[in-house]
RNA sequence: GCCCUGGUGGUGUAGCCGGGCCUAUCAUACAGGACUGUCACUCCUGUGACUCGGGUUCAAAUCCCGACCAGGGCGCCA
């Protein structure tokens, strides 16, 4: 085994073509495949850009260099000084013969998958063995999609004056009603990891941060076991002040228009890799009312009554009769959350809204509950106690403007730009209802 | 949590219905050998597996029960 000394990668491997004939480079990754014939070694040196084939003619190597080469296996970690040979018998059009080589760690064998896709693995395996499974170059394309998709939504927030914000994921309150928490001991109390940010973005509106948004985990201890459940996502979370629901939605089409956009023109090989044909739908997107897509679901032979939420069945066959991303809007009171703001018009009905992928949720947000006193029976109308919000309900005392924003689910998002089915694939190590190593 | 399906070498599979010719199929991987243009290299030789526990039977990978694990569906998911 060898150090890697002085040397540093000089290109990677994508960077190399045949017009560099004849110059010298420093490549360094991973064994992809090696093919011994005899006085002729073919490698498929893999890094994260890309492949690149070496070639080691025995008469034409030194013969340390041939030995070495003899010696490697899959997924040794090599570094490679050698000469760009334009060669049209190559893949690419050109290969490097080597001056040097280091060996700078071998891979134990058998290896217990085969990153090379030759032999499937089922999804389990893959995830127990994630950093294999990574070194896919199908998986990792998804990865660098997911990247430029927080890197696309951070603009756009940016561009329209948004804060990046953190808040805490240690929470001392487990009264927020709905989903079940993580409780942890946190000294000598109990705490609770978090299950959003929604008090917090809240409370800066009352800090006059007019606009705020925030990238983190949330956890939700539900025994789901689903493709699209997680017990640990990503939500991309905004809020505005002095804006309404449409507002919000607004901003949400534009996230994930330019999303759409940025994906398209900046990860043309991940997609190819991926096999996605990216549709860029046109905004605004189309809106539903709640009452609508009560008709088209029982239309369609689902039973649905009027303020119940959409079963999984309803949301099947509202996935076929929409294409693409569609608006929710409003939602009955009873079945969103407490902060959320009724509509004057109509008490029975609230300014919520989702924002649907064909059968799959992929955000939610509203205008939210700003007046004092109408929040507070709001609460109380959802069978919870108005004394655990306390540190909440003071934002609202001072002069708290009318505000807006939504949760965008990281996640569930990546299904749609990546193609994805299960929700796993599109997270490095997903936390599932069994699955808390690695 | 409920329902359905499944668990066979490192990986992915055939065999299971109709128990015995299974000393368990094939591919890939791995080890050794031959090979100077491979690109899923080819060829020869070799190594390696029936999830666990109980039961039925002369006989269980195969049938039955339970546990564990997985996949899919549903529920739950303010």
């Known amino acids: 085994m060898d150090s890697l000394g002085s040397w540093r990668r000089t290109h990677y491997t994508s960077e190399i073509n045949g017009e560099m004939d004849g110059e010298e480079v420093t490549v360094m990754g991973w064994v992809n495949s090696i093919r011994k014939l005899g006085k002729l070694i073919f490698i498929i040196l893999r ?20 030995n070495i080469g003899k010696s490697l296996g899959r997924e040794d970690v090599i570094a490679i000084r050698g000469k760009v040979v334009a060669n049209e018998k190559a893949p690419g059009g050109c290969e490097i013969v080597p001056l ?89 109390r109990e705490a609770f990891l978090s299950q959003s940010p929604q008090l917090y973005k809240q409370m800066l509106m009352a800090a006059g941060f007019e606009r705020v948004f925030e990238i983190g985990p949330i956890f939700r201890a539900e025994e789901h076991n689903t493709r699209r459940h997680l017990n640990e996502a990503i939500s991309i979370d905004c809020e505005m002040s002095f804006a309404d629901e449409r507002d919000a939605m607004e901003m949400l089409e534009k996230v994930v228009y330019n999303t759409l956009l940025h994906i398209k023109e900046h990860c043309r090989r991940e997609l190819e890799l991926l096999d996605v044909d990216l549709k860029i739908q046109d905004i605004p997107f189309p809106r539903l009312t709640y009452d609508e897509v009560v008709d088209i679901v029982n239309t369609r032979g689902v039973e649905m009554e009027w303020g ?131």
């Open 308 to 438: 119940e939420d959409l079963s999984r069945a309803g949301e099947k066959v509202l996935g076929e009769y929409m294409e693409g991303f569609y608006f929710i809007t409003k939602w009955p009171r009873d079945i969103r959350p407490f902060y959320t703001l009724p509509c004057e018009e109509d008490p029975k009905l609230c300014k919520a809204f989702d924002l649907m992928y064909k059968d799959l949720e992929i955000a939610s947000g509203a205008q939210r509950n700003h007046i004092y006193p109408l929040l507070v029976e709001s609460i109380k109308r959802m069978g919870l106690n108005p004394e655990s919000f306390e540190s909440y309900l003071q934002a609202f005392r001072y002069g708290m403007p009318p505000h807006a924003g939504w949760g965008l689910g990281a996640d569930r998002f990546m299904m749609v730009l990546g193609g994805q089915k299960n929700i796993r694939e599109c997270v490095l190590f997903p936390r599932d209802r069994h699955r808390l190593t690695p």
């Open 100 to 188: 040097e080589i280091r060996v700078l760690n071998r891979a134990e064998s058998p290896l217990p998958l085969d990153p090379s896709e030759k032999v499937p693995a089922d999804l389990d395996t893959r995830l127990d063995n994630r950093f294999l499974d990574l070194r896919r170059p199908k998986i990792t394309a998804l990865f660098k999609l997911r990247s430029e998709m927080l890197r696309a939504v951070r603009d756009t927030f940016y561009r329209e004056g948004f804060i990046e914000v953190n808040t805490p994921k240690l929470v001392a309150s487990a009264t927020e009603g709905g989903t079940e928490l993580f409780p942890l001991s946190y000294f000598e």
């Open 47 to 66: 890094d994260r850009e890309g492949t690149i084939q070496i070639v080691i003619p025995k008469q034409k190597v030194p013969e340390e260099v041939f």
